[in-house]
């Protein structure tokens, strides 16, 4: 079993930044993982918006492209999300994800077997 756990969550103002962070644990869990950041804002499907493979590649959704940063410390079992020039639509529960199964960003993508329970991220105009 793998657990997952974000933080980093919280209420900044439109043009803020924030840093989520997605502690890996449990006896299966590896660097071999595929992990990723998925938000869901109220009334909308779930949208995958960074991801990094097995192989260390990023893959970011348009949505978040320029802004968004993914990244892992594979020492530290932790995935982090930094997040630049957040904008009120970013607004959102969001969620980090693991799979040793390949899944990528995409709606038709097989859904990652790990979920956190989520961290909230509000930004005001």
């Known amino acids: 079993q793998v657990q997952l756990v974000e933080s980093g969550g919280g209420s900044v103002q439109a043009g803020g930044s924030l840093t989520l962070s997605c502690a890996a644990s449990g006896y299966t869990y590896s660097r071999y993982f595929f992990v990723a950041w998925f938000r869901q804002a109220p009334g909308k499907e779930r949208e995958g918006i960074a991801l990094?493979?097995?192989?260390?590649?990023?893959n970011y959704a348009d949505s978040v492209k320029g802004r968004f940063t993914i990244s892992r410390d594979n020492d530290k079992n932790t995935l982090y999300l930094q997040m630049n020039n957040l904008q009120p639509e970013d607004t959102a529960m969001y969620y980090c994800?693991?799979?040793?199964?390949?899944?990528?960003?995409?709606?038709?993508?097989?859904?990652?077997?790990?979920w956190g329970q989520g961290t909230q991220v509000t930004v005001s105009s």
């Open positions: 994800a693991a799979d040793l199964v390949p899944f990528n960003l995409g709606a038709s993508s097989p859904s990652p077997y790990y």
């Open positions: 990094i493979d097995n192989d260390g590649n990023p």
